[in-house]
Each structure stands twice: as structure tokens, then as C-alpha cells.
């Protein structure tokens, strides 16, 4: 069965405020404050509640995490572990660390390593085998052509262009 909820406005029926206090509280756009975000310009301490400062965060950006490397310790193979093999680079990390302790024997495929995690995984009987990096491809070295190359080629688009104007012209004559 559907309950039929009552307006609370028809509570208020002949009450002047509906709640708001005296007379001259909820009287016009005054009271509301502002619109939305205006006045977030430069003006002295004139912060909205629940929004991060925005003045000045335009341009630079600085991209120091960018570079990093993803890592793994030594601890944390053995979970990772499938079969004695774990390949590092396809589970999308760069670099294998040497903190805590392994006791597994494992074959661990990952691109760089440190020394002590070499010593760990070879004293519990595993190998680490070296994985080289997927290379990226610049946009200078996919076109890269030298200088002398490309003036002989526009050399001799010219020329063919040239030639092909003169016997354009000889027809037409």
C-alpha cells in the first residue's frame, strides 16, 4: 500500500516565517551570501568552504613523479611466484629491491635489479635473468633523414616538376 507523505509546507499554512525566524531574516538575496563561487578573486581571505585554494594554479606543473620506477622487494616474490617463474615486466614493474627475506627457489625475468637482490634470490638457489626495456621510439629518430639526403630529394622534385611544366608547354605550342 502507498503512503500518501504530507507537504511540510502545509504545516506552516498561516505561519508568517515557515520556520525562518523573525520577519526580517529570510527577507531577500542579502542573506543568501553570493552566488555560487563569486568572489573567489584576489581579495584578502575570502575562502569557500570545502574548496581547494585555485589562485595560481594555472602553467607550470611540475612532472618529478613521472620518471620514477615502479619496484618490488624480494619479500613480496613469493606471492607473485607461478610455477618458480615470475616476470617482472609483464606485472609492470621495473626494478626488483632487496629488503626482507626470500626462501624460495625462483627465476625472476625483470629489467634492473639491485646487488643485494641478486644475492638473495642466487643464495636461496633462484637466478635473475635480465629483460631489456622496451624502447621508445622518438619522433626525431622515426624520421630522421640527413640534410644532404633531403636537399638532393627536393633537388630533384623540383627538377621533375620543372621538366614536367617545359613539356606541358611544348604540347601545347
Known amino acids: 500500500m502507498v503512503v500518501h507523505k504530507q ?8 505561519h508568517t516565517t515557515h520556520g525562518g525566524g523573525h520577519r526580517k531574516k529570510r527577507r531577500g538575496a542579502g542573506s543568501r551570501g553570493g ?22 594554479s594555472k602553467g607550470f606543473h611540475s612532472h618529478r613523479r613521472s620518471g620514477r620506477l615502479k619496484t ?4 613480496d616474490l613469493a606471492k607473485l611466484a607461478d610455477n618458480g617463474v ?9 626494478k626488483l629491491l632487496g629488503a626482507g ?11 634492473n635489479y639491485s646487488a643485494r637482490a641478486e644475492e638473495k634470490i642466487k ?3 633462484g637466478e635473475i635473468v635480465a629483460v631489456e626495456p622496451a624502447k621508445e621510439v622518438k619522433e626525431t629518430e622515426k624520421k630522421s633523414v640527413p640534410k ?15 621538366s614536367e611544366k617545359k613539356e606541358d608547354k611544348e604540347e601545347t605550342n
Request: charged content about 35%; cysteine-free.
Open 7 to 14: 507537504k511540510k509546507v502545509t504545516k506552516y499554512r498561516g
Open 35 to 56: 552566488r555560487g563561487r563569486a568572489g573567489t578573486g584576489k581579495r584578502a581571505s575570502q575562502k569557500k568552504a570545502g574548496l581547494p585554494p585555485q589562485l595560481g
Open 72 to 75: 618490488i622487494n624480494v619479500a
Open 86 to 94: 615470475v616476470d617482472l615486466k609483464k606485472l609492470g614493474y621495473d
Open 101 to 111: 627475506k626470500i626462501s624460495v627457489k625462483l627465476t625472476v625475468q625483470v629489467v
Open 123 to 125: 643464495a636461496a638457489g
Open 148 to 162: 644532404k639526403e633531403k636537399e638532393e630529394q627536393v633537388e630533384e622534385i623540383t627538377e621533375s616538376q620543372s
